[in-house]
């Protein structure tokens, strides 16, 4: 059962000026921080969202062109976004089911593959492809209808913590004060820094080269990613209509150089990948979005909840965790940081206030051994496929075909990538 926090809409400081207090105020205006806001107001939760462009609510993706941030989502996705009444809101013609994986390696050997199938597996899907802008469009309208939940376009330019809750002050609004802040401004975040929470970080020396294409074959719902020699992965989704995203995972250079290839460029680069192995599943390949290439790298931070002397803060999403995209979990690993909280939040005793400590140690301890073990699989698994000798060369392709092979082990890996949520 939610419950609501009963306490005064204002606070007086010490210089005898009075502002608006509030539950919890999210910082951050992506998907993470937007899905976060509402489930918390529909708690009960009086809550305000602040990032810079919250002014600026994105359309309705519309029309034959799809949005470049194209991601996929989990089934433990869908179950927040149900629980949040997003999910039966979506467009759903926009949405593309994947119902078969196929993975190969870099030899090109038939048998050096693991192919996952929702068949096989007893589930549906295995995952949706989406539109970050298909989903934020949705929150934003769920948003304006939720008489708890307040959005302020704006910039946080302070902090103050003190053993009752926190003051922020900003750029071009009063004052606000909050029992609780949620964390949800990036990769990176100041809120972090600001309340000295150390991060671990890698950089791969890659970068991920997206673009959208129209295929002359049907994708037949199934998901395709190539590990390449030298250490290059091509992953190909599935979208609506014969359409395919492309994440190209590759030096910054050759980065640098696909972004600048007219079509024919293209249809020569893509002819000779994996020995013509993507145009042979997909056919022909025609550019229907402008690539955009952006850095990868691994980061996590040291604690989820801070300051370490007195925690009023919880991070979520990319704030707390940013992985290599080979596996399509970011989004999915930071929308289970919001359905923890909720959920902690949701089922909290009628003594506890939304930032008590207890409740803060339990959304930490919850969150830890998720993000570690994706963490570490993902970035294994990079490392693994980047090196070149014979023996890694031998015994990764062998690895992929021994799974393949594993009725038991593709279980355990396809209930691992659908990930878990509990709501009551």
């Not at 608006?20 to 899905?35: E, F, H, M, P, S």
């Not at 370490?308 to 970011?330: E, R, S, Y």
């Not at 930032?355 to 570690?372: A, C, I, K």
């Amino acid at each position: 059962m939610s419950k609501a926090s009963h306490h005064s809409p204002f606070h007086t400081l010490g210089n005898n000026a009075t502002i608006r207090t509030v539950d919890v105020v999210v910082i951050g205006g992506g998907i993470a921080g937007k899905a976060c806001a509402l489930g918390l107001a529909q708690l009960g939760l009086q809550t305000i969202e602040i990032a810079p462009d919250l002014g600026n609510p994105l359309p309705s993706p519309a029309g034959p062109q799809w949005g470049q941030r194209i991601y996929a989502l989990s089934p433990s996705t869908q179950k927040l976004l149900a629980h949040l009444q997003i999910w039966d809101a979506l467009d759903h013609s926009r949405l593309q089911a994947v119902r078969d994986m196929r993975i190969f390696g870099d030899r090109g050997e038939q048998a050096d593959q693991l192919h996952l199938s929702a068949f096989e597996a007893g589930t549906p899907q295995l995952a949706w492809i989406g539109e970050s802008n298909l989903i934020e469009h949705t929150l934003d309208q769920a948003a304006r209808f939720q008489n708890k939940l307040e959005q302020i376009a704006d910039t946080v330019k302070k902090l103050e913590t003190d053993v009752d809750g926190v003051t922020l002050q900003l750029e071009n609004h009063s004052p606000v004060r909050a029992l609780l802040v949620v964390a949800a401004d990036g990769a990176n975040s100041p809120t972090r820094a600001s309340i000295g929470i150390t991060t671990s970080e890698e950089s791969y020396s890659q970068s991920a080269v997206v673009a959208n294409w129209g295929c002359t074959k049907a994708h037949l719902e199934t998901a395709y990613q190539w590990f390449l020699p030298g250490g290059d992965i091509v992953a190909m989704l599935p979208l609506p209509n014969k359409q395919v995203s492309m994440v190209w995972s590759t030096s910054p250079e050759n980065a640098s150089d696909l972004l600048s290839l007219t079509q024919s460029d293209w249809d020569k680069k893509l002819g000779l990948i994996a020995d013509g192995a993507v145009t042979k599943h997909l056919g022909a390949l025609t550019l229907n979005s402008a690539p955009a290439a952006f850095p990868l790298r691994k980061i996590r931070a040291a604690r989820f909840i801070g300051p370490d002397h007195n925690p009023k803060f919880a991070l979520i999403g990319d704030a707390a965790h940013v992985m290599h995209p080979l596996a399509g979990q970011g989004l999915n690993l930071g929308l289970r940081d919001v359905a923890t909280l909720l959920n902690i939040l949701s089922k909290r005793e009628s003594f506890r206030t939304p930032n008590d400590l207890v409740l803060l140690r339990r959304y930490e301890r919850q969150r830890q051994g998720d993000t570690s073990a994706l963490l570490w699989v993902t970035d294994r698994l990079k490392k693994l496929f980047s090196g070149s000798s014979n023996t890694e060369r031998q015994l990764r392709n062998f690895g992929l075909g021994l799974v393949n092979r594993s009725h038991f082990i593709k279980r355990r890996l396809i209930e691992r990538a659908l990930g878990d949520i509990d709501f009551e």
